[in-house]
T-cell receptor, first 112, second 112 residues
Framework: KAGVTQTPRYLIKTRGQQVTLSCSPI?????VSWYQQTPGQGLQFLFE???????NKGNFPGRFSGRQFSNSRSEMNVSTLELGDSALYLC???????????FGSGTQLSVL | GEDVEQSLFLSVREGDSSVINCTYT??????LYWYKQEPGAGLQLLTY?????DMKQDQRLTVLLNKKDKHLSLRIADTQTGDSAIYFC????????????FGQGTTLQVKP
């Protein structure tokens, strides 16, 4: 069974641009969660989608948004990028309960 | 409140046992997890324990949960150089789908 797939692996953007990250969950998983990892703040929860609906949300500004498609694939968008958005963005998938969450390898975003 | 604390660094000799500790402040968590992160990689789920359990063993890994003291530990028997990584403990609350609360991570250094 394929794991959680995130694309692209690396991204370099400049301030003010926007970016879209993609996450394909494990086959059969309907829940996708997104996290931001930085050296200063650690791992922080962005949001969770289940069956194309945002079910849970963390404390990030509205510049961070997401969506989920009918095949459970999810995208995350960050608009008007700031230097502080430089981070490793991780997504995790699960069947939809609160048991095992499996993570992808992440997308390393650098904002210059 | 949501807060998970870990010591930042642990160094052991190859073949010794490693014990990584974690404390949390909210006793209403449902599951507690241990994840491993190697350089440049995502998070690998090592093991998890339901909050009504005291102990769980899985090959070289032993998880102990003391709910009274809100203390979680991960013991790695016969530690190998390949175990060198950052270890994160995390908790999740009932109904708070997809939202793991992570500690800061413990860097485990295994010396040959």
């Amino acid at each position: 069974k394929a794991g959680v797939t995130q694309t692209p692996r690396y991204l370099i953007k400049t301030r003010g641009q926007q970016v879209t990250l993609s996450c394909s969950p494990i086959s059969g998983h309907r829940s996708v969660s997104w996290y931001q990892q930085t050296p200063g703040q650690g791992l922080q929860f962005l949001f969770e989608y289940f069956s194309e609906t945002q079910r849970n949300k963390g404390n990030f500004p509205g510049r961070f948004s997401g969506r989920q498609f009918s095949n459970s694939r999810s995208e995350m968008n960050v608009s008007t990028l700031e230097l502080g958005d430089s981070a490793l963005y991780l997504c995790a998938s699960s069947t939809g309960g609160s048991e095992k969450l499996f993570f992808g390898s992440g997308t390393q975003l650098s904002v210059l | 409140g949501e807060d998970v604390e870990q010591s930042l660094f642990l160094s052991v000799r190859e073949g010794d046992s490693s014990v990584i500790n974690c404390t949390y402040t909210d006793s209403s968590s449902t599951y507690l997890y241990w994840y491993k992160q190697e350089p440049g990689a995502g998070l690998q789920l090592l093991t998890y324990i339901f909050s009504n359990m005291d102990m769980k063993q899985d090959q070289r890994l032993t998880v102990l949960l003391n709910k009274k003291d809100k203390h979680l530990s991960l013991r790695i028997a016969d530690t190998q150089t390949g175990d060198s990584a950052i270890y994160f403990c995390a908790e999740i609350f009932s109904g708070n789908t997809g939202k793991l609360i992570f500690g800061q991570g413990t860097t485990l250094q295994v010396k040959p």
